[in-house]
């Protein structure tokens, strides 16, 4: 199944860097988001982020607990964003973390992918499976 839609981030929270050495500085973000789409909820993420004195180089990992509604069934999970950018070129995977899923969604998995419009506007396209669907998408 495929669930896709937009989100909305707000509250961004950047503690001061833990660590800072040699131009690498190591940090703790927390942040907000709100889902439209097949996925509406919310969700409260952790980063622990690496920055480097070459501005498109950095990462970060996060986890991330989404509560909400999937094909109209409620419940909670877990992801977990490994995210690099390497001089500019950039990966991120967002995995759902294996039995983290309550209420409707227990026994989800899946990936997501993330896209960072031309606007700033932010969409997600989920691909997912252990979830009895309701027949929506299967693209």
Do not use: C
Request: net charge negative; hydrophobic share 30%; aromatic share 6%.
């Amino acid at each position: 199944m495929t669930a896709k839609g937009t989100f909305d981030t707000a509250n961004w929270d950047a503690k001061a860097p833990y660590e800072d050495r040699d131009g690498v500085s190591l940090g703790l973000v927390t942040m907000t988001k709100t889902f439209h789409g097949d996925l509406t909820g919310t969700s409260l993420v952790t980063l622990m982020v690496a920055s480097t004195p070459v501005e498109e180089s950095r990462s970060y990992v996060a986890l991330e607990r989404i509560e909400g509604t999937l094909d109209g069934r409620p419940g909670s999970f877990v992801v977990q964003h490994n995210a690099v950018s390497d001089r500019g070129e950039q990966s991120l995977r967002v995995s759902v973390v294996p039995d983290s899923a309550t209420g409707e969604l227990a026994g989800l998995r899946g990936e997501m992918s993330i896209v960072i419009g031309p606007d700033g506007g932010h969409s997600y396209t989920f691909d997912y499976t252990g979830v009895p669907g309701r027949g929506r998408r299967q693209d």
